[in-house]
């Protein structure tokens, strides 16, 4: 039987219901709300509070207050009880309101008479809409069921608000989701895009909030939580054997799938008169509203549940995600809270742009965006929230700045800074063929990064003269289990067929770090990006490495061969890689298969002791490839992922300059080709530096060679190198500002 309480909280969303479904404008809705609510609350007062921007917080509609103070009464977040419960996101009920913490008395409201007050947040998935209150003349504090009813209708008002219930003529707020915003992310990928807003994980619309059957509605609910259960159970099964992580997340899915207290919860909103989905989804604010104020480990398992309430509602409502790309807008943007690399995969070159509320630069989503040049602004925050499918959308990966529902004036600033972009590309084409041969002479070769056989065909597009970094983990990192040898022969033999004879240096696995691979035994250490990693990896467990040396020999079949170690750190260790090349050779030529013609390998140096390295390593190793994204790092003692000190040093700071100074004179020295390839090589100022220097090769994005070539064709190298001499000389801590002030006298 339901309670007294149930009863009038269902005939007070049935109430809602029939105003939400008549064709009132949104003010008359608010008035006709109130009233109801403070009649059915037996309370004096029944006041809205919405949003009006992030910050403040307006009166959109009371009944008891002075009916002047509406769209007058305006609060800052945070500031009076109101203001306090939009901030904690947290009910306030107290009997004396006068004296209670943070209590401001708004004088034309007249509330001075009123003791009690409850405040209530009208939050939707974990975001504050506004405020509903109660006030009463009695001092008293409302009862648990009472607070309880009033939580179930708020959560009704913030659906009502998110479907735009409260605009239109005489309402003075517009509909969430309409204004344009601007979020400041980081940049992830450089570049200009505009397109429109495609979610990886679409919101689900619960448009039937109100049920007057409760007893269908727990039947459905529990319908649905038994497909839920056996759903799990599958993909438990299914992913048992291969990865352990994504098994615990699938164990905490069962457990929530599974537990008592979280159907509970749902069924007595169901009770109170909500529809299954409305229910699934108020508990599901409820997670989101904890999950900001959590320890990260119980952040984790509030995701694991926010997660899983997503599927529950898909399989309530029948409305599917965004796994097969069906109905992609025209230019899509992708944006999501973070995506693995082989989902990105999936949804291929297509993408105009991809926005992440989280992600970070080294991540494999980033390599892959980075490899297909779309602009790409990660930890833009809020923005899964905002965003509605089909939304314009515009993404300044120059500044890892996003755009949404831009108004005119910004459209207008995008087009320009777009059609400025398209005269540039225009300008790089037609120096394609030309080589990058700088004023004074000197020609600087120009090569191109790569990983994916996705962009081997830029090869022939950007003008590069062949593969400078060839990052093999990419094809580790797309698939879910460890690739066969063979399969990875047949893959570098394509890779060598679309080079047609250019040079490709391929990198044995770089994995550790960031770079985790799912089906490989986690590693916790403390800090990873100097633990065990990439050839350490590799000389330790050489079983991998050994078959990707056989792969990269059978490939060749014949023809030159260029393989380089990443993160030599010491002569040794090149000297063990390179035991290990001359095995596989002997082991392949014993097998029968032909041997390379000519074959060359090199070293990374992305540590700074190998600069420091004996004579004899120079002599010993045919090439060297400067990784720069690491040996800065460890240069500067600056992690490369961590935002706050990334950007502190600059890749031109003269002790940085003068260290590749003297590395390449130890080269010279010896004869030992030397090139860059890391992203730095790819930005035109420190590019033209590195050439000053005396770089002769550079390894960089493809998108990067036009730029890099246009300005190295306008420069005489000799006078770049005499302005950075005059810089250490003068004592600057970096080169760039001088360098910067005399590009502005040659362009
Ligand atoms: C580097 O460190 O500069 C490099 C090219 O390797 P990674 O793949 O680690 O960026
Ligand atoms: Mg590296």
Redesign the pocket.
Same mark, same amino acid.
């Given at each position: 039987m339901p309670d007294r309480f149930e009863t009038q909280s269902r005939k007070l969303l049935g109430r809602l219901r029939d105003i939400m479904a008549s064709g009132d404008a949104g003010q008359a809705r608010l008035d006709e709300i109130v009233r109801l609510i403070a009649s059915s609350m037996r309370a004096e007062v029944c006041s809205i509070y919405l949003f009006r921007d992030v910050e403040t917080l307006e009166l959109c509609a009371t009944e008891g207050l002075e009916q002047d103070a509406v769209h007058q009464t305006r609060m800052r977040l945070g500031e009076g009880l109101v203001g306090r419960v939009a901030r904690t996101k947290r009910v306030v009920n107290t009997g004396d309101a006068p004296s209670s913490k943070g209590f401001r008395y708004m004088p034309e409201t007249g509330e001075e008479r009123y003791s009690s007050f409850c405040g209530i947040p009208v939050q939707r998935l974990g975001e504050t809409m506004g405020v509903l209150v109660v006030q009463s003349l009695e001092s008293r504090e409302f009862t648990a069921d009472e607070v309880y009813a009033l939580e179930v209708v708020a959560m009704v008002l913030a659906e009502m608000n998110e479907l735009g219930a409260f605009t239109g003529d005489g309402a003075a707020l517009r509909a969430r989701h309409q204004d344009p915003l601007m979020v400041r992310g980081t940049i992830g990928q450089e570049g200009a895009a505009g397109g429109n807003v495609y979610l990886h994980e679409p919101r689900v619309v619960v448009t039937n909030l109100v049920a007057d059957d409760p007893d269908a509605e727990m039947a459905r609910l529990r319908e649905a939580v038994d497909t839920l259960r056996v759903s799990v159970d599958e993909m438990l099964t299914q992913t048992a054997a291969v990865n352990k992580d994504q098994k615990q997340v699938l164990e905490a899915y069962r457990m929530f799938a599974n537990s008592r207290g979280w159907m509970k919860r749902m069924e007595a909103d169901i009770a109170q008169g909500l529809s299954a989905e409305a229910a699934v989804e108020k508990e599901q604010s409820l997670a989101r509203t904890r999950m900001g104020q959590a320890d990260s480990y119980l952040r984790d398992r509030l995701h694991d549940l926010d997660d899983l309430s997503n599927r529950l509602l898909r399989i309530l409502t029948g409305q599917g995600g965004n796994t097969t790309g069906d109905d992609m807008p025209e230019n899509p943007v992708l944006v999501a809270r973070n995506i693995g690399p082989g989902e990105l995969l999936e949804y291929g070159k297509q993408l105009k742009g991809i926005i992440l509320e989280e992600g970070s630069v080294?991540s494999h989503a980033a390599?892959v965006a980075r490899a297909w040049a779309i602009p790409l602004v990660i930890r833009a925050e809020g923005i899964v929230a905002a965003a509605l499918n089909g939304d314009p959308v515009l993404v300044d990966g120059e500044q890892g700045i996003v755009h949404l529902r831009p108004d005119d004036t910004v459209q207008a600033a995008f087009r320009d800074k777009i059609a400025m972009q398209a005269e540039a590309q225009v300008r790089y084409a037609s120096i394609r063929d030309l080589p990058a041969q700088a004023k004074c002479g000197t020609v600087i070769a120009l090569h191109m $990064?790569a990983g994916l056989m996705a962009d081997l065909p830029s090869l022939e597009s950007s003008g590069a003269e062949g593969v400078g970094?060839f990052?093999t983990?990419l094809q580790f990192l797309v698939r879910s289990q460890m690739p066969k040898r063979a399969e990875l022969s047949a893959l570098y033999a394509r890779v060598m067929d679309a080079a047609q004879g250019r040079r490709v240096a391929f990198?044995t696995l770089?994995i550790g +770090?960031d770079?985790v691979l799912t089906y490989m035994k986690p590693n916790d250490e403390p800090n990873p990006a100097m633990g065990w990693r990439a050839i350490r990896v590799g000389l330790e467990k050489p079983g991998v490495l050994r078959m990707q040396l056989q792969a990269l020999i059978r490939a060749a079949n014949g023809r030159p061969l260029s393989v380089m170690f990443?993160?030599v750190a010491q002569l040794e260790e090149y000297r063990m890689a390179r035991a290990e090349l001359d095995k596989a050779m002997a082991r392949e030529k014993i097998l029968g298969h032909p041997l390379p013609d000519t074959f060359e390998i090199g070293a990374?140096l992305?540590t700074p002791s190998l600069a420091f390295a004996p004579d004899v390593f120079f002599e010993e190793v045919d090439f060297i +490839?400067?990784?720069? $994204?690491?040996?800065?790092q460890f240069f500067f003692a600056a992690d490369?992922e961590n935002e706050r000190v990334r950007r502190r040093y600059d890749t031109l700071n003269v002790s940085f300059i003068t260290f590749l100074e003297q590395l390449i004179a130890r080269c010279k020295q010896h004869n030992t080709p030397i090139s860059f390839?890391?992203?730095d090589a790819g930005r035109p100022i420190e590019a033209v530096a590195f050439a000053a220097l005396g770089l002769r090769s550079l390894s960089m994005r493809p998108a990067s060679i036009g730029p890099v070539k246009h300005l190295l064709r306008r420069l005489n190298l000799d006078e770049v190198k005499q302005v950075m001499d005059d810089a250490r000389a003068r004592g600057d801590q970096s080169a760039r500002g001088a360098i910067s002030d005399y590009l502005r006298t040659q362009v």
């Open positions: 080294g390599i $990064n970094l990052r983990e990198r770089d +770090s770079k990443p993160f990374m992305e +490839s400067i990784g720069g $994204n690491d040996l800065k490369r390839c890391g992203e």
